[in-house]
């Protein structure tokens, strides 16, 4: 072969050194592994507006998207408020839940929906709304939270106390499990922690942690020898929390969940039995069939609410799987004729 038709078929061929059938295995043998991105955004791509409403001496942040159809009142769980939690009894909690729904809409059908504790506080509010016509409960039952009460404390303490940046907030949320949807833990974890500086909530710095990311975050890849990259499972050990040898305590979390112990036990004591009292429709999603306690499960038997169990996630189902809670609740309401399915409604 002469030295031209060497260089024409040597030109037609991958750079030199690399392999394009065994690229993949190079790839993961040398290490190189993309880093995962944990920055935080906004909450703007999800809503429409933010706005507080006041209520006698009372101040509620909350955030609204859309203006037709029903309108669906979620509650999230606890931890996530900004309030003091001075007096947190499941009743109050109830009554300003009732009394934000009529300061923000008419006589629009509303639909509460609420996760664990703000689940419990949906069902207890229900009666309080005249116009309810349909009650939505994610992840909590009577039986499996008073369980659990017992070593709320214990979870408490393991968490770490404080962090350096929101990524790293974010960062722990996700490896810990606590959260296995990463685009959501973006969106919601800086609500939960606040710069101890400021003592402003962790979402008022990320316009600022956008502009210092775009300038100087400009390699994504690393390359470690030592580590062959595979998917990095949600279950994994979290990274050890910030010291002062190597990170600087920059924020907490918002709310001091320990404090609010004496209230626990009144949070969902009784819960089931309110449960199946309302007289609207239900529906309760589940990240798993275990977590039914007794009496919901005979009155699941006799058909008092539509249930839905959501493999593959945890307690945060509407964070984890955020697609399969929304085709649920769409589900519900189109079936009790709430709502009409839009065309490409899956049927």
């Known amino acids: 072969m002469s030295s031209l038709q060497k260089s024409i078929l040597k030109s037609k061929l991958p750079p030199s050194g690399v392999n394009v059938g065994m690229s993949a295995r190079v790839s993961k043998s040398k290490g190189f592994q993309r880093k995962r991105d944990y920055e935080p955004v906004q909450w703007i791509p999800y809503f429409d507006h933010s706005k507080k409403v006041n209520i006698g001496?009372?101040?509620?942040?909350?955030?609204?998207?859309?203006?037709?159809?029903?309108?669906?009142?979620?509650?999230?769980?606890?931890?996530?408020?900004?309030?003091?939690?001075?007096?947190?009894?499941?009743?109050?909690?109830?009554?300003?839940?009732?009394?934000?729904?009529?300061?923000?809409?008419?006589?629009?059908?509303?639909?509460?929906?609420?996760?664990?504790?703000?689940?419990?506080?949906?069902?207890?509010?229900?009666?309080?709304?005249?116009?309810?016509?349909?009650?939505?409960?994610?992840?909590?039952?009577?039986?499996?939270?008073?369980?659990?009460?017992?070593?709320?404390?214990?979870?408490?303490?393991?968490?770490?106390?404080?962090?350096?940046?929101?990524?790293?907030?974010?960062?722990?949320?996700?490896?810990?499990?606590?959260?296995?949807?990463?685009?959501?833990?973006?969106?919601?974890?800086?609500?939960?922690?606040?710069?101890?500086?400021?003592?402003?909530?962790?979402?008022?710095?990320?316009?600022?942690?956008?502009?210092?990311?775009?300038?100087?975050?400009?390699?994504?890849?690393v390359s470690r020898e030592d580590v062959i990259q595979e998917e990095e499972p949600v279950n994994m050990l979290p990274p050890p929390p910030p010291t002062t040898a190597t990170a600087t305590k920059k924020y907490v979390w918002r709310i001091d969940l320990s404090k609010t112990e004496k209230y626990w036990h009144g949070w969902f004591n009784g819960l089931s039995t309110a449960f199946l009292n309302v007289p609207a429709p239900k529906v309760l999603l589940l990240a798993g069939v275990d977590r039914l306690d007794r009496e919901l499960t005979v009155g699941q038997m006799q058909g008092k609410f539509q249930m839905q169990v959501l493999p593959a996630c945890g307690h945060a189902v509407h964070e984890d799987v955020p697609d399969k809670v929304a085709e649920a609740i769409a589900t519900f309401m189109v079936r009790h004729k709430f709502a009409e399915p839009a065309s490409d409604f899956p049927r």
Request: overall charge negative; glycine content about 8%; some cysteine.
């Open 57 to 221: 001496d009372d101040k509620f942040h909350i955030y609204t998207k859309g203006t037709k159809g029903p309108t669906l009142v979620l509650l999230h769980g606890g931890g996530y408020s900004a309030l003091t939690w001075a007096e947190f009894t499941v009743d109050i909690l109830a009554e300003d839940v009732a009394a934000i729904v009529r300061e923000t809409t008419e006589d629009d059908p509303i639909i509460l929906v609420g996760h664990s504790m703000g689940g419990a506080v949906a069902v207890r509010a229900a009666p309080l709304i005249r116009n309810l016509y349909g009650l939505g409960v994610i992840d909590v039952v009577e039986g499996t939270a008073m369980d659990a009460l017992a070593s709320m404390q214990s979870f408490l303490r393991s968490r770490p106390s404080s962090f350096s940046s929101i990524s790293q907030a974010v960062e722990w949320c996700v490896r810990s499990g606590q959260i296995r949807n990463i685009q959501s833990a973006k969106v919601s974890v800086p609500g939960q922690i606040k710069n101890i500086e400021t003592n402003k909530l962790a979402t008022h710095d990320i316009d600022s942690l956008s502009q210092t990311t775009c300038e100087c975050n400009t390699e994504t890849k």
